[in-house]
């Protein structure tokens, strides 16, 4: 579900028609819908209400204020990955203690401003880093909540670049080490081990991997009971996948009714890490028809965006669906999509099947609230691009487009080359 329709052939955003917004703020632009976000982030709450979990929204697939405002509003907690996100999130009002804090490379930097700010937990991801906590804890002369992010060893099916929950991957503490930890935890005398945590991977279209990810941390937490120790929470991280092209992916309800019983028998406190699950239809990529172009084997459409606005074509090779603002009827043809930007990788799409097009056609490139924006750079000396965010007949700038200047910002030519 989203808010994203044609009405009398033309697209809207909730009850804006988007070719208004492209008037005022030009291409390219992002445009997030107000009521799509609430919409799937009320879907997860009402799910899983039996437990009331704390969902944390994972801000790294959509770090922009009017999202995170619109969320912290619903009664969100978040779930960060650097200190950079800590900062913006606080600014959009959230509450640390709904804030949990997953890194592989958390810096003492980054764990001792977010330990000033009372975050609710540190998902502890190896060893070292415990005992890192631990240090810049007794300096500070404080005790810290960690829970330990467990590495359940599962595969799931989604694309190589996004699984972390096996042994091949980065992420967590494998079993092994994490019960050595826990048969040690007074060595740790600023830390309280307060909880568990697994996240597996992203764009999960399948209940099982969760199932079996979640039944390894439930194990392992029955384990540790039997010893004597108590934990507070459980963490079942996010990744819930969504609709790209014709997935069928499971509903937060068939989750809940997946998961529910187990997450109920072990009377912890549950938090989940949804974003792509939010954010991810929530918004659209708008961007402009430069030229067609017909080489004799292939027709190439040239548009204004490119892999530096909206890079996850180019960096997992995922879809996105492609409409025109303006509804076209007629023949389709077979073409690739491609950006401005001096890469064989900028392209939106490849062997497409789209309408005749022509210059300055606007388009949509679909499901670009997760991961999109976020991932965008200067690549080319091209600026962000701005976004405006609806809500009902509303919408504003959320952010403006970068300028040139802005672009220099901070940089300069030594004095010893003038
Ligand atoms: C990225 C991430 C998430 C969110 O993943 P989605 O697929 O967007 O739901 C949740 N938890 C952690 C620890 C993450 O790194």
Request: aromatic share 8%; charged share 30%.
């Given at each position: 579900?989203?808010?994203?329709?044609?009405k009398?052939?033309?697209?809207?955003?909730?009850?804006?028609?988007i070719?208004?917004?492209?008037?005022?703020?030009?291409?390219?632009?992002?445009?997030?819908?107000?009521?799509?976000?609430?919409?799937?982030?009320?879907?997860?709450?009402?799910?899983?209400?039996?437990?009331?979990?704390?969902?944390?929204?994972?801000?790294?697939?959509?770090?922009?204020?009017?999202?995170?405002?619109?969320?912290?509003?619903?009664?969100?907690?978040?779930?960060?990955?650097?200190?950079?996100?800590?900062?913006?999130?606080?600014?959009?009002?959230?509450?640390?203690?709904?804030?949990?804090?997953?890194?592989?490379?958390?810096?003492?930097?980054?764990?001792?401003y977010?330990?000033?700010?009372?975050?609710?937990?540190?998902?502890?991801?190896?060893?070292?880093?415990l005992?890192?906590?631990?240090?810049i804890?007794?300096?500070?002369?404080?005790?810290?909540?960690?829970?330990?992010?467990?590495?359940?060893?599962?595969?799931?099916?989604?694309?190589?670049?996004v699984?972390?929950?096996?042994?091949?991957?980065?992420?967590?503490?494998d079993?092994?080490?994490?019960?050595?930890?826990?048969?040690?935890t007074?060595?740790?005398?600023?830390?309280?081990?307060?909880?568990?945590?697994?996240?597996?991977?992203?764009?999960?279209?399948?209940?099982?991997?969760?199932?079996?990810?979640?039944?390894?941390?439930?194990?392992?937490?029955?384990?540790?009971?039997?010893?004597?120790?108590?934990?507070?929470?459980?963490?079942?991280?996010?990744?819930?996948?969504?609709?790209?092209?014709?997935?069928?992916?499971q509903?937060?309800?068939?989750?809940a009714?997946?998961?529910?019983?187990?997450?109920?028998?072990?009377?912890?406190?549950?938090?989940?890490?949804?974003?792509?699950?939010?954010?991810?239809?929530?918004?659209?990529?708008?961007?402009?028809?430069?030229?067609?172009?017909?080489?004799?084997?292939?027709?190439?459409?040239?548009?204004?965006?490119g892999?530096?606005?909206?890079?996850?074509?180019?960096?997992?090779?995922?879809?996105?669906?492609?409409?025109?603002?303006?509804k076209?009827?007629?023949?389709?043809v077979?073409?690739?999509?491609?950006?401005?930007i001096?890469e064989?990788?900028?392209?939106?799409?490849?062997?497409?099947?789209?309408?005749?097009?022509?210059?300055?056609?606007?388009?949509?490139?679909?499901?670009?609230?997760?991961?999109?924006?976020?991932m965008?750079?200067?690549?080319?000396?091209?600026g962000?691009?701005?976004?405006?965010?609806?809500?009902?007949?509303?919408?504003?700038?959320?952010?403006?487009?970068?300028?040139f200047?802005?672009?220099l910002?901070?940089?300069?030519?030594?004095?010893?080359?003038?």
């Amino acid at each position: 579900m989203h808010d994203f329709k044609y009405k009398n052939n033309h697209l809207y955003c909730e009850s804006v028609k988007i070719e208004s917004i492209v008037k005022k703020i030009g291409t390219p632009c992002y445009v997030y819908s107000h009521n799509t976000l609430v919409d799937h982030f009320t879907k997860i709450k009402k799910a899983f209400k039996d437990i009331d979990p704390l969902v944390c929204f994972a801000m790294k697939s959509n770090d922009n204020l009017a999202v995170l405002r619109t969320l912290v509003k619903q009664g969100a907690g978040f779930d960060i990955v650097s200190v950079g996100e800590l900062k913006k999130v606080l600014i959009a009002g959230a509450d640390p203690q709904k804030i949990v804090f997953a890194s592989v490379g958390k810096t003492e930097d980054e764990i001792t401003y977010a330990m000033k700010k009372g975050i609710l937990l540190f998902n502890v991801e190896s060893l070292p880093e415990l005992d890192e906590i631990n240090r810049i804890a007794k300096k500070r002369k404080r005790k810290v909540k960690v829970a330990l992010r467990i590495n359940p060893d599962v595969e799931a099916p989604t694309y190589s670049q996004v699984v972390t929950g096996t042994l091949k991957n980065k992420f967590g503490i494998d079993l092994k080490t994490a019960q050595k930890i826990m048969n040690m935890t007074k060595k740790y005398t600023h830390i309280v081990f307060s909880g568990l945590h697994v996240h597996i991977g992203s764009q999960i279209t399948e209940g099982e991997p969760f199932v079996k990810a979640i039944r390894r941390v439930i194990e392992f937490q029955k384990k540790l009971a039997k010893d004597g120790i108590e934990l507070e929470y459980l963490d079942i991280g996010g990744g819930l996948g969504i609709i790209y092209k014709d997935e069928k992916p499971q509903t937060a309800k068939d989750f809940a009714k997946n998961v529910l019983p187990l997450l109920k028998k072990t009377g912890l406190k549950i938090i989940m890490e949804p974003g792509r699950f939010i954010s991810g239809n929530a918004g659209i990529f708008v961007t402009k028809v430069l030229y067609v172009k017909d080489n004799g084997v292939k027709k190439f459409l040239i548009v204004d965006g490119g892999m530096n606005d909206l890079m996850r074509p180019t960096l997992y090779g995922s879809y996105h669906e492609i409409v025109p603002l303006k509804k076209r009827t007629g023949r389709k043809v077979k073409m690739d999509v491609v950006g401005p930007i001096c890469e064989s990788g900028d392209y939106f799409a490849k062997d497409r099947m789209l309408p005749s097009l022509k210059k300055d056609d606007l388009l949509a490139l679909m499901s670009a609230g997760a991961y999109c924006s976020v991932m965008s750079s200067n690549y080319n000396m091209r600026g962000h691009v701005p976004i405006a965010f609806v809500k009902g007949n509303k919408f504003e700038l959320s952010r403006k487009r970068q300028t040139f200047e802005e672009l220099l910002d901070g940089e300069r030519i030594p004095k010893f080359l003038k």
